[in-house]
């Protein structure tokens, strides 16, 4: 499984890490404060970690896939957002954009950051 990811395995156990380490305080935050506060404490993290190429931005979010998808019961693009944030300064320097379609509920809103925009559109954007 994790050994399919992209990326040298240095680099993909070196994430692995990383996320594991950030993982239980940004899902605290994620699950207690609101949206600006939780990314606001990812950006304080993620702005000492060092800015990855764009190969290694993919593997890092190859790496977090797998962690929300392997660890929770339920994936979650806001913990990932938060994750990445936190472990990427390239990636604490971004907008982080919420987009919400009418009608509210569960599936009806996403959380990404501006490089990887989603294959939807919004009814509403917000940006943080």
């Known amino acids: 499984m994790i ?5 040298s395995r240095f680099e993909t156990a070196s994430n692995l890490l990383g996320a594991m380490i950030v993982l239980p305080g940004m899902e ?11 990314t606001n404490a990812a950006r304080h993290i993620g702005m000492r970690q060092r800015m990855r ?13 797998w962690i929300d998808r ?13 994750l990445e944030i936190a ?3 390239g990636a604490a320097r971004e907008p ?5 379609r ?13 490089s990887d925009p989603p294959f939807v559109d919004y009814d509403v954007t917000v940006a943080i």
């Open 96 to 100: 982080v954009v919420m987009g919400f």
């Open 28 to 38: 605290r935050r994620r699950r207690r404060d609101g949206p600006a506060p939780a």
């Open 70 to 82: 392997s660890l929770f019961k339920a994936p979650n693009c806001y913990r990932r957002v938060l």
């Open 3 to 7: 050994g399919s990811l992209a990326g």
């Open 87 to 89: 472990l990427d300064s």
């Open 102 to 114: 009418a009608g509210g509920g569960a599936g009806t809103g996403h959380i990404w950051l501006e």
């Open 53 to 65: 190429s764009p190969a290694g931005r993919l593997n890092l979010r190859r790496v977090i896939g």
